[in-house]
């Protein structure tokens, strides 16, 4: 064999463990997905369950949320008192903390609410005075995806 027919077959054998090594590399860095087909449909019909449609709704909204995902709703509502309802559905460990802004929350400071995802459970609600808008910060924690749902109801 000649030496380039050696230097050929070497940098041939090499990208070849190059290309198994970096397939094997990617299969096993990819996320460790063991949600059974369906599972974040069967979670929005829980929360849709949980926490239902309703008349007097002035907003509300269903959000799905990667782990360690942060999302932010805004809507312009009339001043007034409003009841907000909360509910998230997701698997185990999973946990979301609601921010609501300090203009929105009539001037007291973030809200900082921490809800458990995993296990089935009534919503979370709590009364909320509005100046002109509607402004929340919905992050989920890093253990798994969530469904979020809130509904925003004016009392007075």
């Given at each position: 064999m000649t030496s380039e027919r050696v230097r050929g077959a070497v940098l041939y054998a090499a990208a070849a463990v190059l290309l198994a090594g970096g397939t094997a590399w990617w299969l096993l860095a990819a996320p460790d997905d063991t949600r059974p087909a369906g599972q974040i449909d069967e979670w929005q019909r829980t929360a849709e369950r949980l926490l239902p449609d309703t008349d007097m709704q002035q907003d509300?909204?269903?959000?799905t949320l990667d782990a360690g995902a942060?999302?932010?709703?805004s809507t312009e509502l009339p001043s007034g008192e409003y009841s907000v309802s909360l509910i998230c559905v997701g698997g185990p460990g999973s946990t979301v903390r609601v921010s609501l802004d300090a203009t929105g929350f009539g001037g007291v400071g973030d809200s900082g609410l921490g809800l458990t995802c995993e296990q089935e459970r009534s919503p979370e609600s709590f009364p909320l005075r509005l100046t002109d808008?509607?402004?929340m910060t919905v992050s989920a924690g890093e253990d798994s995806p969530v469904i979020f749902r809130y509904s925003v109801v004016r009392i007075s």
């Open positions: 509300r909204s269903t959000l942060e999302q932010s709703v808008e509607f402004r």
